[in-house]
């Protein structure tokens, strides 16, 4: 992360997303560098995409990116933007940035590979507590609960910049809607690894992860 010296104007953002994104691309995901093209890949979907200093380390890590883009990130030329561009940048599987986008697309991802027969590819997207504001996100929860999207999971990360919610009450938004939930420290990745891998059959998973306040 320190390679990208652009004019970021989302630095919290990014560091509060490091912890949750090397653990899920180091153990969990089943992707890489050359399966981008698999039907059978697992699907990653940053939803918080402002910010993604941390999402690009860690593609660059696993070899989606060439080490050497990150010097120029922000720059005029450079395919790695303040918002990830799936056409630009490799292994992003969604344009992002405008909030509450990430999950509705998730939701259909998740129904898309269950109509197509696909039963093995797990679909993640990584959101922000800010974004739960958004009603499209409301919308993505209660339908994906009694839908039974089982292959569905969901990390929200809790850096308290929610204008609408209150303290403690993101996993049991989810809960009420018919989803697994678990809460942990998004800096602990054991803990955050358990939390990914806890089994949730017939039901859609989240995760929230609480890390330093934005402000703080």
Not at 108 to 124: S, Y
Not at 166 to 175: D, Q, S, T, Y
Request: charged share 20%; aromatic share 6%; no cysteine.
């Amino acid at each position: 992360m320190g390679l990208m010296t652009g004019d970021e104007k989302h630095g919290p953002a990014a560091t509060s997303t490091l912890d949750v994104l090397w653990v899920l691309y180091d153990r969990v995901l089943r992707v890489g560098p050359e399966r981008r093209d698999d039907p059978a890949r697992d699907r990653f979907l940053l939803s918080k995409g402002h910010g993604p200093m941390a999402y690009y380390a860690v593609l660059a890590a696993k070899g989606f990116v060439p080490v050497d883009w990150l010097p120029d990130f922000g720059s005029y030329d450079s395919p790695l933007g303040h918002h990830p561009d799936r056409v630009l940048v490799p292994g992003a599987e969604i344009g992002s940035g405008s909030l509450g986008h990430g999950l509705p697309i998730a939701v259909g991802t998740a129904l898309g590979l269950r109509a197509q027969g696909r039963p093995d590819p797990a679909v993640w997207v990584l959101i922000g507590d800010a974004e739960l504001d958004e009603g499209s996100n409301h919308e993505a929860i209660a339908f994906a609960g009694p839908a039974g999207l089982d292959r569905l999971h969901t990390v929200v990360i809790d850096n308290s910049s929610a204008s609408h919610a209150l303290p403690g009450g993101i996993a049991a938004r989810f809960e009420a809607a018919g989803w697994s939930a678990v809460t942990v420290d998004g800096r602990d990745h054991e803990a955050l690894y358990a939390a990914f891998t806890a089994p949730h059959p017939g039901r859609p998973h989240v995760v929230v992860a609480r890390v330093e306040p934005k402000n703080a």
